[in-house]
């Protein structure tokens, strides 16, 4: 758990608050962010039951305020319409009437609402789920771990890049009472879930059950939608302006304001396709459920529903091509046309004026505007056939594109490994899989040895994930080492600088083989190269039922749930290929897998030994982690790769400098600081 304690005295404010938490029952709603403090608070004083207590209330009030919020803006729009005779008296009539009808709505069931405008602090602490962290801490020291498994597992689908909270999980399955059910995501959208669970019943070819799903989670977003759209309608920030000292006319002052309210309902469209701790959305969210839902009806022979969503699907990519030649087979077998779903027709409509506004309220304004692409028409069925595209009776079907994944340029493989004696074992088919590749003899014993030699002299605990010895799994330590380093210890002779050498030529040696072999059209750089060791701990690896290292990408986000793996920050976005090389195989477990982008089923299984090598592309195609280590040490050069120059690892490039000084019988005239990368 990250951060101090809050400070133990209570202000004046906080102690009446205190005592308003007390009471049996309130008249009003309690400001969650009053109820989150003492809940903090009540954590650091390890008053666990009252933290539950708390947090869970101010989760209550967080949703009733959202919910409450939803309910009575559209309700006031909906009373005081602005009707067909309109004038400047008319509009202040009806704005008036509005604001009343909605402060009496929000305080008949908050109280006053000065009361609940929170700091922006701790709106950024629910919004990324900080509370199911206190909240699993607490109920796993009241030992209640069904509880603390739900909560846990809320969080850590906002934030599936916190390695702690994913080991948790996995000790919660395997405990007493927890079961498969209690992990469950407590802040799921009702629209993704049945969206997901639709995708589920459409891969077992459950046609009906997909289709009903499907229709459910189509009600769902449009309800998500008003949502989202009134919760737009709050206060605003006005950029570069203090609001109380604003200037301007009344109409620029509303011009200003409408155009931030409007832009953040044009967002709803990305906000509603983006999954909890993602910036990007998932590709082409809305239309692809008619796209699933006209192949669905196809298969159960209700075809008027099959032409009504391939129409509707077109709405968002007219003319479109393999959903045009659907169109155009189901109007043949039927004999007649279609026409669209009209609450889709009607949400484009609404999303081309608002674009429209837009543009005009940015121009006013002087702020520059760029319209995103929403319906990105890569993201696919991930099934092989749509439906067919004929009536000759032959079932000739159209491919379909699968999921966008992130992949290097062009997927080749299969060139010479330029070094002799290296030997290709397995190649992608062989591994079941793209771009992957494992080579034996890329160095010899002695080479190896001397290795692990050079890696019990210099290695570091935690290094790489910043003084954490056991970043991965509680029962083993994680040792490393850049290559700079190795060169810094070489010189300074508290290590050979033969030794130091070698590791920079290996690892220079598998770089090569890696550009080679895939056929790359450009250079391949270093972006990390690390000199690591997993040791396990004695005494603790008795019934492990976890991974040395979690099943992950490297540089994508995985998304096992969505089957997506998406490629932003935090991720090393710009790496491009991986490879391990392995200095020894004498210890138990240890083996590094691949899997599907579920990250269960197993695809592939590498056992390390002396020179022995895998590589692959760093992006989603290739999930991969490591078995549990429960005995001895494994050692190995973790490499990553990119095709980009820009990222180039700095202290390569600095151990190059330092290479050539000492082949030019130069000395190291200044000192090299080493800066730790994480690694992922």
């Known amino acids: 758990m ?27 709603l309690q400001p969650y962010d009053l109820l989150y403090d003492h809940a903090v608070r009540a954590f650091y004083d390890s008053d666990y039951e009252e933290t539950a207590r708390a947090m869970e209330g101010a989760l209550r009030s967080h949703a009733q305020l959202r919910r409450t919020k939803v309910r009575c803006r559209p309700k006031c729009q909906d009373q005081h319409p602005f009707d067909g005779t309109f004038s400047d008296l008319r509009f202040f009539d ?23 405008k929170v700091s922006e602090d701790v709106v950024q602490d629910f919004n990324r789920r900080i509370p199911y962290n206190y909240l699993q801490l607490a ?15 809320t969080y850590f689908q906002a934030n599936p890049e916190h390695v702690e909270m994913g080991q948790n999980l996995e000790q919660y ?18 629209h993704q879930r049945c969206f997901t669970d639709a995708v589920k019943f459409y891969d077992k070819e459950d046609y009906e059950g997909a289709i009903s799903l499907f229709e459910e989670a189509l009600v769902e ?10 919760l737009c309608q709050g206060p605003q920030k006005f950029e570069d302006h203090d609001h109380l000292r604003y200037r301007y006319s009344l109409l620029e002052v509303v011009s200003d304001h409408f155009t931030q309210v409007l832009h953040c309902e044009h967002e709803c469209v990305r906000d509603l396709a983006t999954r909890p701790g993602r910036l990007s959305p998932m590709e082409n969210y809305l239309p692809l459920h008619y796209d699933y839902l006209q192949f669905a009806y196809f298969k159960v022979d209700r075809l008027e529903d099959a032409l009504q969503c391939a129409l509707t699907y077109l709405l968002f990519h007219d003319g479109e091509e393999f959903m045009t030649e659907n169109v155009d087979f189901y109007r043949e077998v039927l004999g007649h046309d279609g026409e669209p779903r009209e609450d889709a027709a009607r949400y484009l409509r609404r999303h081309k004026q608002e674009l429209e506004l ?7 304004m002087g702020a520059e505007f760029t319209e995103g692409n929403y319906w990105s028409s890569t993201g696919g069925r991930n099934d092989l056939n749509r439906i067919p595209s004929s009536t000759d009776g032959g079932m000739e079907f159209v491919p379909i594109s ?8 062009q997927l080749k493989e299969g060139g010479p490994l330029i070094y002799e004696g290296v030997q290709l074992v397995q190649n992608s088919g062989d591994l079941n899989g793209t771009q992957r590749a494992l080579f034996d003899h890329i160095m010899s014993e002695q080479d190896c040895e001397e290795l692990r030699n050079l890696a019990q002299a210099v290695t570091m605990a935690g290094d790489g994930y910043r003084g954490r010895t056991s970043p991965h799994t509680p029962n083993e330590k994680f040792e490393g080492a850049t290559v700079l380093k190795t060169l810094q210890y070489g010189y300074e002779g508290r290590v050979p ?20 072999y895939f056929m790359l059209n450009s250079t391949l750089h270093f972006s990390y190269t690390h000199l690591v060791c997993r040791t396990a701990i004695t005494g603790q690896q008795d019934h492990r039922n976890d991974l040395s290292h979690p099943i992950h990408a490297d540089n994508c986000l995985l998304d096992p749930d969505a089957h997506e793996c998406w490629k932003e920050p935090p991720a090393y976005t710009y790496r491009d290929y991986s490879a391990l090389l392995y200095l020894n195989g004498d210890f138990d477990g240890g083996e590094f897998i691949f899997t599907e982008i579920d990250a269960k089923t197993v695809t592939a299984s590498v056992k390390p030994k002396c020179g022995r090598m895998v590589s692959f592309s760093s992006g989603g195609e290739n999930p991969h982690g490591v078995k549990a280590v429960t005995s001895g040490q494994r050692c190995a050069i973790a490499l990553w790769f990119t095709l980009d120059p820009l990222f180039r690892e700095l202290e390569r490039l600095q151990a190059d400098e330092v290479i050539q000084a000492l082949d030019t019988q130069s000395v190291w005239s200044q000192s090299f600081s080493v800066n730790p990368k994480d690694e992922l």
């Open 2 to 28: 990250d951060g101090k304690p809050p400070a133990a005295v209570l202000s004046p404010a906080l102690l009446l608050s205190a005592v308003c938490l007390c009471a049996a029952a309130a008249d009003v």
């Open 94 to 116: 009806v704005v008036l009437r509005r604001s009343a009808c909605l402060v009496k709505c929000m305080e008949d069931k908050l109280g006053a609402q000065s009361r609940h």
């Open 139 to 153: 109920y796993q020291k009241l030992k209640q771990p069904e509880k603390a498994a739900a909560a846990a597992h």
């Open 173 to 190: 399955k395997v405990l007493e009472g927890v079961r498969e059910q209690h992990f469950v995501d407590r802040e799921v959208r009702p």
């Open 221 to 230: 977003y449009f309800q998500a939608d008003v949502a989202c759209r009134a």
């Open 358 to 364: 837009l543009l005009m309220g940015s121009q006013i």
């Open 402 to 409: 699968g999921k966008k994944i992130a992949a290097p340029q």
């Open 497 to 516: 600088m033969k030794s130091a050498r070698l590791f920079y030529n290996v690892s220079e040696r598998a770089r090569r083989i890696v550009e080679s």
